[in-house]
């Protein structure tokens, strides 16, 4: 609940109404960070993909609002299609600059951990490239460990990128 001072915050699912700031909070990104490494920003057909893959099956969507405005969101999708990973999912959270730096991230990632975990997930893997040192600090934050680091594996404004995966396993089932 709000203070009277702090704005409140809410984590819930996205809905079909959330499309368009969601898009424009991803397209944001796209166009001028490493946060993702799409080259252009993401419409029509490409966005509803993109929409689908994360909330297709037991895949997860989540929103933050702020004082009733979409702040961010987060969400898993497939890590790989082969049908050996289906317990093994790859996150990605994204943040509206003017949002940042007040935890709504860690908070965003720990609901998103916990909605996996309730679906039988077993493994998050995020794939952060490595100059994003607040993105593998918050994944750090919440449990994640170092697992790999893929020195000029992408690239994006004219220079190559270093890609750092990092992992959490959500269980400690024997046995799939």
Known sequence: MSDGKTPEIVIRFAT???????????????????ASLE?????????????????????????????????????????RT?????????????????????????????????EARDRGIHAVVAAVIAENVVSVGLHHAVGFVDVAYLPQVGHKFGRWVDLQLLQIILDNRPTP
């Open 16 to 34: 079909a109404g959330d499309g368009p700031a969601l898009q424009a909070i991803f397209n944001h990104e796209v166009e001028s960070s490493t």
């Open 39 to 79: 080259w252009y920003p993401l419409a029509g057909e490409d966005w509803q993909r993109w929409l689908f893959e994360h909330t297709r099956d037991n895949h997860v969507l989540l929103v933050a609002e702020v004082a009733g405005a979409v702040a961010g969101f987060a969400g898993y999708g497939a890590f």
């Open 82 to 114: 082969k049908a050996g990973y289906v317990d093994t999912v790859e996150d990605s959270v994204f943040i509206k600059e003017a949002y940042r730096g007040h935890g709504l991230g860690k908070r965003l990632l720990r609901r998103l951990l916990a």
